[in-house]
């Protein structure tokens, strides 16, 4: 009897385990309802976090996009609010970072710097800009809780995901769905994209106007990541960085006394304009550069960086970030500093090296992140799930070819008069610097005729510069101050 019973209790366990295999709901939501205060204000939201699918030609779900989405409570006329679509980037990071660190109605529990504080966490965020617009927070397919369908194998059809262009393209399709089912076809709409993001939603522009109808009042690029510099090469991409080694190098109080001694936004127009004028002809020149040319170009970058001339030579001209990461305090100190955010510093096995072991600042951002992201969608927002919260999710290999994003923006601005662009980006930023986020931007407009449509906004502090508590107030106030100037005008969309 008991050998049966046993049986049994195996069989019966085994239907449960199958029944409830470690899957997500392909289309489900689940609603809460919360208070913030924002600048005194107590405002009402409600969070609405869950799955919708992509769908197929055929109308099949091939994927489900895990997004939560935030309203204020108590609009008269939800049609005149904006509403605010959010992306990180990677390609493959979850979109945990601006979602709690950012724009969203609760943050992280860090210090004022944006160093992790134990117990981990969130508190809310007393600078959001929920109280002007509604926000989603979309993860693309394999990031945070989204997932293919299937989920592995062969049977996965990588080309609809994962590259630039497939990206966009599901993803202008999946907002059509979301837009159309919150009934905010009528809202003016803004796309923000981070890091990779940033190509993201330069792509998107045009893909939403195109392919769904959709017509944007604004693109916001947070360090953005334009790869038609950052993996070309060459001597523009080179030089570029120098302004950031100049900024990096201030902070940690690197430089000759005489820019030592002013305040960083006086001294950064100097490297900017070295750079473009000087520096990058310069490289250009290659082998065929004089000596004495070489000597004095090393001379006054070592100047605007804080290495030595000899170790500049020594690059001919053209020194990487990794080398600049690991050695710029190799002599004072002995750290490395970080890639993402070069306030943070590591330490290496050994002083010597061209790169850093490691990157001082994203295993302090994990130390906060993955934690509260985990605890918050599962405990506050009561989104209830087995599966693995994926900061960074299985996208690669990426397919980069053809892309024409840059162009893309443009052509949806000539397009559509609304559209207006915002940059930001933090100074110390090693990875998508702020200089080539500048440059991305002068490049977007060759003519120059839409330039009054572009503004750049820069932060002391990193590639996620709303960590350090002064610029997340800032950027929230530049953020807020766009959209609430670029909205709903009654103006006619005309030149």
């Known amino acids: 009897m008991k050998k049966i019973q046993l049986m049994l209790c195996i069989m019966l366990c085994s239907s449960l385990a199958f029944a409830q295999s470690r899957k997500l709901p392909v289309d489900t939501t689940v609603t809460t309802q919360h208070n913030v205060t924002i600048n005194g204000t107590n405002i009402g939201y409600t969070a609405t976090t869950g799955t919708q699918p992509v769908w197929d030609e055929m109308g099949e779900p091939i994927a489900s996009l895990h997004y939560t989405y935030y309203t204020r409570n108590n609009v008269k006329n939800r049609a005149e609010r904006p509403l605010l679509i959010s992306f990180n980037g990677g390609p493959g990071s979850g979109s945990v970072w601006m979602h709690l660190a950012y724009t969203g109605p609760r943050i992280l529990k860090i210090d004022d710097e944006g160093y992790p504080v134990q117990p981990y966490g969130v508190k809310h965020n007393p600078f959001s800009v929920l109280d002007v617009t509604d926000i989603v927070y979309v993860n693309p397919a394999n990031t945070g809780y989204s997932r293919t369908i299937p989920e592995k194998g062969e049977k996965v059809d990588r080309d609809k995901f994962f590259g630039i262009n497939a990206d966009v393209k599901y993803l202008a399709e999946w907002l059509n769905t979301f837009v159309t089912r919150n009934d905010r076809w009528r809202s003016p709409k803004y796309i923000i994209g981070e890091s990779y993001g940033g190509t993201r939603v330069m792509g998107l522009s045009l893909a939403l106007q195109n392919q769904q109808w959709m017509y944007l009042n604004g693109v916001i690029m947070v360090s953005p990541a334009d790869y038609k510099v950052i993996r070309v090469g060459g001597p523009v991409s080179s030089a570029l960085n120098l302004p950031y080694y100049t900024a990096a190098a201030w902070h940690h109080k690197a430089l000759p006394s005489e820019l030592q001694g002013k305040d960083l936004l006086e001294i950064l127009p100097e490297s900017e304009d070295y750079t473009i004028n000087t520096l990058i002809p310069a490289i250009a020149k290659g082998g065929f550069i004089s000596d004495s040319e070489r000597k004095s170009v090393a001379k006054k970058m070592a100047y605007y960086s804080g290495l030595k001339e ?92 053809d892309d024409n994003t840059r162009d893309n923006l443009r052509q949806a601005m000539a397009q559509n008069p609304y559209l207006n662009v915002l940059v930001q980006s933090g100074y110390y930023d090693g990875a998508t610097t702020y200089f080539n986020a500048k440059y991305t931007m002068w490049q977007v407009d060759p003519s120059g005729r839409m330039k009054d449509r572009f503004e750049f906004k820069g932060y002391r502090s990193g590639h996620m510069m709303y960590l350090r508590r002064e610029d997340l107030k800032k950027a929230n106030d530049d953020l807020r101050a766009f959209i609430l100037r670029t909205s709903a005008t009654g103006q006619s969309a005309k030149y």
Do not use: C
């Not at 001082?360 to 927002?381: D, V």
């Open 310 to 401: 000899k170790d500049i030579l020594d690059h001919n001209l053209d020194v990487p970030t990794q080398f600049f990461w690991k050695n710029l305090l190799k002599d004072n100190g002995g750290y490395n500093v970080g890639r993402l955010d070069s306030r943070y510093l590591g330490i290496d096995r050994q002083l010597f090296g061209g790169s850093p072991d490691y990157s001082a600042e994203l295993t302090s951002w994990l130390h906060s992140f993955a934690p509260a992201i985990n605890y918050y969608l599962q405990e506050e927002l009561k989104f209830k799930t087995d599966i693995k919260y994926n900061m960074f999710g299985p996208v690669h290999p990426w397919n980069n070819e």
